[in-house]
């Protein structure tokens, strides 16, 4: 497994945001995948996880009902669409790979890309 994430950038509050996160292997199908953010000087923090079919999702409080986990196992992608984004949003967003069940412990997780940084303005 190889994660590639991409799609951060500078946003002013209000605005959206629609992270990706590509894997080069042929297994993809088989993890739950989930998306993590870790902000300067703080502990990396769940966002978003997704099973491995794509019905099942769960999200952090902080981002629920402004954002949407979701993935395309024909291309290997798993996504985060973020709106009304908020200057608290400003992290490196890390996407992850789970073998076994989706979590929100970053512990549960066996494969990390690189991280893509988000910043939104006030």
């Known amino acids: 497994v190889q994660l590639q994430a991409s799609g951060g950038g500078l946003v002013q509050a209000g605005g959206s945001l629609r992270l990706s996160c590509a894997d080069s292997?042929?297994?993809?199908?088989?993890?739950?995948l989930g998306w993590f953010r870790q902000a300067p000087g703080k502990e990396r923090d769940f966002v978003a996880a997704?099973?491995?079919?794509?019905?099942?999702?769960k999200y952090a409080d902080s981002v629920k009902g402004r954002s949407a986990i979701s993935r395309d196992n024909a291309k290997n992608t798993v996504y985060l669409q973020m709106r009304s984004l908020k200057p608290e949003d400003t992290a490196v967003y890390y996407c992850?790979?789970?073998?076994?069940?989706?979590?929100?412990?970053?512990?549960?997780?066996?494969?990390w890309g690189q991280g893509t940084q988000v910043t939104v303005s006030s």
């Open positions: 997704i099973d491995w079919s794509g019905t099942i999702t």
């Open positions: 992850a790979a789970a073998l076994h069940n989706m979590a929100v412990h970053d512990r549960a997780y066996d494969y």
């Open positions: 292997g042929r297994t993809f199908s088989s993890y739950a």
